[in-house]
């Protein structure tokens, strides 16, 4: 934060907010929004800035949540755990480890709030297991007159249905409890195989493993996949030398360099692709779920992300493909992919289908429009939906097709913020 500017972490986004909270409790969150609508401020909170999407960018109020963080109870009987809305997900993974708890799904990185990470839905990969804001069982918010909202399946339940992934939308939520199991072990088996292979076996690749997904190097045939599965142990963790010359060396290191070549030379790039491709070998490992699920990414990027329906992935796939190879773009990233059971979250990207996930990604400072424009124009012809929390251009009226239930979410966010307190220019253009 310099002279009042605000920027997320992909840097494709700024905002200079006319003021700045950082409350120490739910009472001082709430007086801050009443104050707000008073002095006819909007208001938004802020994460730790991991969505590419404007989504909580605002020259109103900005409410940072980092003193509100913790576990505030953990109820072994009914297997939840509830946490203040600023807690990182790497503190409550650590925190439940150490009780012997676990999440059952988590995303591939865990620097998030576990409300920013959830009100953009974010997500992992899993058969059976959905995204984070599937595994939440209450919620606590405050709404635009400043008071402080419960829900759960019983209390308030079509808030519930909604505000899991409330977008910021319909207030700001100051306290999550996940549904939580006891802690298990995960065996990760990483290799290479070839792209038509994971097209022609996606459905028994799917329902052969709890969690399953690839990446593909464009300008390759080349994929790396991960299968992760429940094990009856022993722990055998990725040993420490290994795991610094893969994770850090070379997926963090050597890839960075890569990128910084790519960008400044973009014919070199399907060359670097063919050989990064190659670079990462075959392994296996067992450990706690986070440890399996996560990894540090330290190369910055930016992101675009859509969810189509789970029988569309491989058409989907051979369309990306084929676009890549006769555009003529040089994309250093590799291709994203994973897949999520249907859930009955209002405007969850799996709401209501199975879905698999495509994410196109580009370095940091490399011209990214043509790329994203040309796979958008794909997912979109599979109905594909937008993560929140990255790039695309979507707006009220497409996403309303391709959302059963849009009318729902936004006839509540009328009942829950008439005045618009919660309001900016992302929400207008997708919420209308």
């Known amino acids: ?36 609508a008073e002095d006819g401020l909007k208001v938004k909170a802020v994460g730790t800035g991991h969505s590419f999407t404007a989504i909580a960018a605002t020259d109103g109020l900005l409410i940072r949540p980092q003193l509100l963080t913790g576990i505030r109870n953990i109820d072994r009987e009914a297997g939840t755990v509830t946490v203040e809305a600023g807690t990182p997900l790497k503190r409550l993974n650590v925190a439940l480890a150490r009780e012997g ?39 606590e918010l405050v709404t635009a007159d400043g008071s402080v909202l419960v829900c759960s399946e019983k209390e308030n339940p079509e808030v519930f249905a909604a505000a ?35 097209i022609a076996e996606l459905d028994e690749l799917w329902a052969e493993n709890e969690h399953f997904e690839f990446y593909w190097f464009p300008h390759t045939d080349s994929t790396n996949t991960k299968r992760n599965n429940r094990s009856a142990g022993p722990e055998r963790p990725v040993g420490q030398l290994t795991g610094w010359f893969e994770d850090e060396f070379l997926s963090n290191g050597v890839f960075q360099v890569a990128q910084l070549v790519g960008r400044a030379a973009p014919a070199t790039i399907p060359a670097i692709a063919r050989i990064s491709s190659k670079a990462l070998s075959a392994r296996t490992y067992t450990d706690i779920p986070y440890k399996v699920f996560t990894s540090p990414r330290r190369v910055r990027f930016v992101e675009m992300e859509y969810a189509v329906p789970r029988e569309a992935l ?54 990214y429009q043509a790329y994203f424009t040309a796979a958008e124009r794909i997912f979109t012809a599979h109905e594909g939906r937008p993560h929140w929390g990255k790039v695309h251009t979507r707006d009220a009226e497409y996403l309303a097709g391709v959302y059963p239930r849009f009318g729902e979410f936004t006839a509540l966010r009328d009942r829950l913020d008439p005045e618009r307190l919660f309001q900016n220019d992302y929400l207008r253009r997708v919420l209308g």
């Open 101 to 139: 708890l676990s999440l059952t799904n988590m995303g591939d990185i865990m620097e998030q709030t576990v409300s920013g990470a959830t009100s953009t839905g974010t997500h992992g990969t899993g058969r059976d297991s959905g995204s984070i804001a599937a595994q939440i069982k209450g919620l």
């Open 1 to 36: 934060m310099k002279n009042g500017t605000w920027r997320n972490w992909g840097g494709n986004v700024s905002a200079r907010p006319a003021r700045e909270v950082t409350p120490a409790s739910v009472d001082e969150l709430a007086a801050a929004v009443r104050k707000a």
């Open 314 to 367: 491989a058409e989907t796939l051979r369309e990306l493909k084929t676009m890549v190879d006769r555009s003529g773009l040089r994309v250093s990233f590799p291709v994203e992919v994973r897949t999520a059971p249907a859930d009955d979250i209002t405007l969850s990207t799996a709401s209501g289908r199975d879905s698999a996930y495509v994410a196109v990604h580009m370095f940091r400072g490399t011209p």
């Open 164 to 198: 899991r992934i409330g977008l910021g939308a319909l207030g700001i939520v100051t306290a999550i409890t996940f549904a939580v199991e006891p802690l298990f072990l995960l065996t990760a088996r990483e290799e290479p195989m070839q792209l038509d292979r994971v």
